[in-house]
């Protein structure tokens, strides 16, 4: 993986928060959109809330909180 990824849905205001935070600070990500009727099984791996925002970075770390 070259970027950290941010599996988000653009009406989810926890996730429009962590998009702004990460577009302020100046951090580079890969943004995936999810429908969430129809999850992809990367994001279902990685998740387990199983909610929006989530980011992958690089070393594999998840973080499952937009604050």
Sequence with gaps: M????LYSFRRCPFAIRARW???????KVEIREIDL???P???????KTKTVPILIKKNN???EESL
């Design 41 to 47: 099984l990367d994001f279902l791996n990685n998740s």
């Design 2 to 5: 070259k970027n950290d990824i």
């Design 21 to 27: 935070a990460l577009l302020i600070c100046e951090i």
């Design 61 to 63: 770390e998840v973080i």
């Design 37 to 39: 009727k129809n999850k």
